[in-house]
């Protein structure tokens, strides 16, 4: 093999650019559309990562099938290593694990600059796309079918995405040093090969949309000669191994003494997160946190040279509680079920009315309905807490069928994912004993640094989902908070709570929580019993998982859901502040280490009266309205932002399809008032009759259409000044309605005068100096579209006037 100086980044960014209109679909239509486009979360359109990787597998399939002389070889399993293997399509029984991607692909979607100057533009937004119409024919006759028409949505060509791609050798791979470049350079080569190999993606492919060109390397020319000089000498892909976990030391045996600390941890969406909670027909549904096992793994990475993280697991001595969404800094805790709110008016979505059960009497002439789901901030005894739901996005793919190139249920057919949207923080806990952040301090005084940075969980976290990036507070001790309610105990749920009956078997009988909550507060306790007045609100909650490798599932975990809570009487004994502070902190029941088993006591919300006599107020904060963007393609001054001259010619193309609509939808409301058509064309009715005569609007119609740039002599003043000449010809034009024609077409600001397009430009405009350029190139359209508008709707309102006189006559 032939030494080359080509290097191989770990980091690299797709540049897609669609030559044509194209269409990735989303699965699903809208009012008059029957197909819509997918959107990202500012709305605009963007390609799948799943649509991306899987056309640039086509492509390198097709690159290794020529080098192979057929579907198998070295090639076709160097496309596997790169793209990982495809269990669905296997046909007989998987007795390996299957192979992990090597490659990752993220979404392409279009440049930033010009994201940021449509974020306050809905209606350039809008004219990014356009609706096209279609049919569908019947093969015998060779004509459209009866009610086949349809129409899709179809995004403007020229657009240009970026894909951010990054390899992932060093942990699924046995790859030694020595064989890494090679490994990377093969990989490299093959992939700008397959990428040489696609022309088109998305919907309609093959009748004219979705034609793209996909570079993924400048030099790319130099790597297909390295690929045609070395590929006949090129290995057989390495062998696949588990992920590796740092190696770590023993760690000693350490005894907690009842202290505990808590590391805080902010996380940040970055994408999508898809985190199963079940699966129904091909939907798969999402939690409403983090749960956290999936930040298992990070602890192992980061921690694992310091700390034998499964044994500090094993021996619970490590939490990590699930991850809820931020209110005012703080984690969002799930509603209590004991919250009711008036079922016609109230509720903690409308901030008023709430009933605390476990305090407050039913009204009699009240119905109340119990609260349910979303997480509330904490309580400051003045007023109702925060409450704040997550709107889940729901994203539809498909899997394609190699031969017939279509969805089909042999391979999967269409399926859709419910997931936290990007852009949303979350916060949770890593929770130790003393004993072990004196362990990690010895070892690294700034340990939990290491947490911070950036990682991927979840379901499909090798494409579009799964990015977050996690920022780290330092440990603190947690202290004794809980408030007192005489000798009554108030338990809160704050995440499902798994736990095992005499028989070690799963239960959820209320007498199995009270007696392991005896053994930990060395209590004995009873459940209050008051009448009018709630004391148990408990709810079941059975999650699945599944082994992502495998794809196979995990046994289901049946406990209590977060939100439950109950309130028990203290029989015998005292509880000390200490002993709640530390269950609070490792919390109860099974798999704890992951997120279960967490509760509060005695939460001053739980604890309060009259909760019904509390309001929020709802006042929305206010946001600054963040400055306009305008694109410009010399210098960066100002509100102006330097592009490149693609994003610029293609931000030009946005803000055209948007001034013409614009334009035409103000002709169309200009020209249904007839006072206006009298003022800016002279036209009228005068006792069923046209003034002038339809054959002459029909003259001004025909040379207006030769109407094509601003100049003081065009067709059509050379037509009036004809006019002119002709005395019985001239009469028919009443008053100055020749003198009227003539100044639209050679005042060039009167037609955006009578169009009021000033008003919208403002909201029509990105590019820098582009209301005085699309007012020059499009003066000519908006004078024809006006005066179109305005004969059409004179002779529609002269047929209805005619037809009247014609049934008072009959």
């Known amino acids: 093999m032939s030494n080359t100086t080509l290097t191989v980044p770990n980091n690299f960014t797709l540049t897609i650019t669609m030559k044509s209109d194209w269409h990735v679909g989303s699965g699903s239509g809208r009012g008059e559309i029957d197909s819509i486009v997918q959107r ?3 709305g605009l359109p963007y390609i799948p990562a799943k649509s991306l990787t899987g056309i640039l597998r086509d492509g390198c399939e097709q690159v290794a099938q020529a080098l192979d002389g057929g579907s198998s070889g070295k090639w076709n399993n160097w496309v596997n290593f790169l793209f990982g293997d495809q269990p669905a399509l296997a046909k007989g029984a998987i007795e390996t694990e299957p192979r992990p991607a090597s490659l990752s692909i993220q979404s392409a979607h279009l440049d930033t600059k010009l994201r940021d100057a449509l974020s306050e533009k809905p209606k350039l937004q809008q004219a990014i796309a356009f609706i096209k119409p279609g049919v569908s024919i019947d093969a015998e006759t060779g004509s459209a079918k009866p009610d086949f028409l349809r129409f899709e949505e179809v995004v403007r060509m020229n657009a240009v995405l970026s894909a951010d791609c990054q390899f992932n050798f060093s942990e699924i791979t046995s790859i030694t040093d020595g064989e890494l470049q090679t490994v990377q350079q093969v990989c490299y080569a093959l992939l700008i090969a397959g990428a040489k190999m696609v022309d088109r993606l998305g919907g309609k492919r093959r009748r004219g949309v979705g034609t793209c060109e996909i570079k993924v390397d400048d030099k790319e020319q130099n790597w297909l000669k390295w690929l045609e000089t070395n590929h006949a000498g090129i290995k057989e892909r390495p062998d696949c191994k588990p992920d590796k976990l740092p190696s770590y030391t023993q760690t000693p045996n350490l005894v907690p003494n009842g202290i505990w600390y808590k590391v805080p941890l902010k996380i940040e969406t970055r994408s999508p997160l898809v985190l199963p909670s079940r699966t129904v027909g091909n939907v798969v549904e999402c939690l409403d946190y983090i749960p956290g096992r999936y930040l298992l793994r990070h602890l192992h990475k980061q921690l694992g040279d310091k700390l034998n993280v499964s044994q500090a697991i094993a021996q619970n001595h490590l939490v990590i509680t699930n991850a809820t969404i931020e209110i005012n800094g703080v984690a969002g805790r799930p509603t209590p079920f004991c919250l009711f709110g008036e079922k016609l008016d109230g509720g903690l979505g409308k901030g008023k009315n709430v009933y605390n059960r476990f305090q407050e009497s039913e009204p009699d002439d009240t119905q109340l309905k119990g609260e349910r789901g979303g997480y509330i901030g904490q309580f400051n005894n003045s007023e109702l807490p925060e409450y704040q739901k997550i709107d889940f996005e729901l994203y539809t793919h498909n899997t394609i069928m190699d031969e017939v190139q279509r969805p089909t249920r042999e391979v999967g057919g269409i399926y859709s994912y419910e997931a936290i949207p990007a852009g949303l923080t979350f916060r949770a806990e890593l929770r130790i004993p003393a004993s072990v952040e004196k362990h990690l301090a010895e070892k690294d005084n700034n340990w939990f640094q290491k947490l911070a940075g950036n990682t991927r969980i979840g379901q499909s976290k090798k ?11 330092s440990p603190t001790p947690i202290q004794a908070t809980t408030g007192s309610q005489q000798n009554l105990l108030y338990v809160w749920f704050v995440s499902d709570v798994l736990m095992r009956g005499k028989r070690l078997n799963p239960t959820v009988d209320p007498d199995d929580f009270k007696k392991a909550l005896e053994r930990e507060l060395n209590v004995k306790l009873k459940e209050r019993e008051i009448d009018d007045l709630l004391s148990m609100m408990l709810r079941q909650r059975r999650t699945e998982s599944w082994q992502v490798r495998w794809g196979l599932p995990r046994p289901s975990m049946v406990g209590w859901q977060a939100g439950s809570c109950i309130v028990y009487h203290v029989t015998e004994g005292s509880i000390a502040p200490e002993k709640i502070a530390e269950l609070e902190a490792k919390g109860i029941g099974d798999r704890r280490s992951e997120g279960y088993g967490q509760i509060l006591f005695n939460d001053p919300l739980l604890l309060t009266q009259k909760l019904s006599g509390f309001t929020r107020n709802n006042q929305l904060s206010q946001n600054t309205k963040p400055k306009s963007v305008i694109l410009s393609k010399s210098s960066n001054s100002g509100n102006n932002v330097k592009v490149s001259n693609s994003v610029f010619d293609y931000a030009r193309l946005i803000e055209t399809a948007a001034w013409r609509e614009a334009i035409q939808n103000q002709a169309v409301a200009v020209a249904a008032n007839p006072q206006k058509r009298k003022e800016v064309l002279g036209i009228g009715i005068s006792g069923g009759e046209s003034q002038p005569p339809m ?13 094509t740039e601003q100049n003081k002599s065009n067709s059509v003043t050379g ?20 003198n009227d024609i003539k100044e639209l077409v050679t005042d060039f600001d009167k037609i955006w005068q009578i169009l009021e397009v000033d008003k919208l430009s403002k909201d029509l405009t990105i590019t820098d100096n582009g209301k005085t350029k699309l007012k020059a190139d499009l003066w000519a359209e908006a004078v024809r579209t006006l005066v179109d508008a305005m004969i059409r709707g004179h002779k529609r309102d002269l047929e209805k006037e005619q037809k009247e006189q014609s049934e008072e006559v009959a």
């Open 40 to 42: 990202d979360a500012d």
């Open 463 to 473: 494409d579009q989902y799964g990015a977050i990036a996690i920022e780290v507070e």
């Open 695 to 707: 054959s002459q609007l029909g003259g001004l119609r025909s040379v207006m259409g030769k109407l």
């Open 719 to 738: 037509w009036i000044e004809a006019i002119k000449k002709v005395e019985n010809r001239k009469e028919k034009w009443t008053g100055t309605s020749l």
